[in-house]
């Protein structure tokens, strides 16, 4: 059973970067065919995709954020990672990983998340 | 840009049949997915490609889509299924996109 789990610091100051990392198990993330992605939660309202990436690297990000997100994958590690950069307070969320099928697929893997709150 | 219109909120008695629709431009051309998040809880995919469930998925999770609007239907609500779902599909740019989500209370 695949699974992913997410880890990163709980709070973060303004301006500064927000680093989490997502180790999956039981499968890995250099699998050909599948993508690895982001998607967040800010308190009390609805899910916003952050990007995705392949094994090859190759990334897509959400234009609303690609200025300040980097998204990167250790196939070494059978791990992913976002950074997303310049926080406010509206970067305050849950966020998730997640696996993707490809060509119109859904998101069928989900890591439980983890908060990641931007306050000084 | 695109947009998915959920209803914030529908209501069913226990037993009865929940109707979660999701509207969009043209949406019945593309494929939908549709996820379930209990309170606390991380999305969990209920159907897939319109109509198809997951392993594990009670047969009571059924879904549909034509024209502009996707229809999730639970049938036989439990008290269980109270939670919010949300539709997502793939825009012309081939990211994905949300809906605003429906939360589902059972009475």
């Known amino acids: 059973q695949l699974q992913l789990q997410e880890s990163g610091p709980g709070l973060v100051k303004p301006s500064e970067t927000l680093s989490l990392t997502c180790t999956v198990s039981?499968?890995?993330?250099?699998?050909?065919?599948?993508?690895w992605g982001w998607v967040r939660q800010p308190p009390m309202k609805g899910l916003e995709w952050i990007g995705n990436?392949?094994?090859?690297?190759?990334?897509y990000y959400n234009p609303s954020l690609k200025s300040r997100v980097t998204i990167s994958i250790d196939t070494s590690k059978n791990q992913f990672s976002l950074r997303l950069s310049s926080l406010t307070a509206a970067d305050t969320a849950v966020y998730y990983c997640?696996?993707?099928?490809?060509?119109?697929?859904?998101?069928?893997?989900w890591g439980q998340g983890t908060l990641a709150t931007v306050s000084s | 840009s695109p947009v998915l219109t959920q209803p914030p909120s529908v209501s069913v008695a226990p037993g009865k049949t929940a109707t979660i629709t999701c509207g969009g431009n043209?949406?019945?051309?593309?494929?939908v997915h549709w996820y379930q998040q209990r309170p606390g809880q991380a999305p969990v995919l209920v159907i897939l490609?319109?109509?198809d469930r997951p392993s594990g998925i009670p047969e009571r999770f059924s879904g549909s889509n034509s024209g502009s609007t996707a229809t999730l239907t639970i049938s036989r609500v439990e008290a269980g299924d109270e939670a919010d779902y949300y539709c997502?599909?793939?825009?012309?740019?081939?990211?994905?996109?949300f809906g605003g989500g429906t939360t589902l209370t059972v009475l």
């Open positions: 997502q599909v793939w825009d012309s740019n081939a990211d994905p996109l």
């Open positions: 043209d949406i019945g051309s593309f494929p």
């Open positions: 490609y319109d109509s």
């Open positions: 039981g499968g890995s993330v250099g699998s050909s065919n599948y993508y």
């Open positions: 990436i392949y094994d090859t690297g190759t990334t």
């Open positions: 997640a696996r993707r099928r490809p060509t119109g697929g859904p998101f069928d893997y």
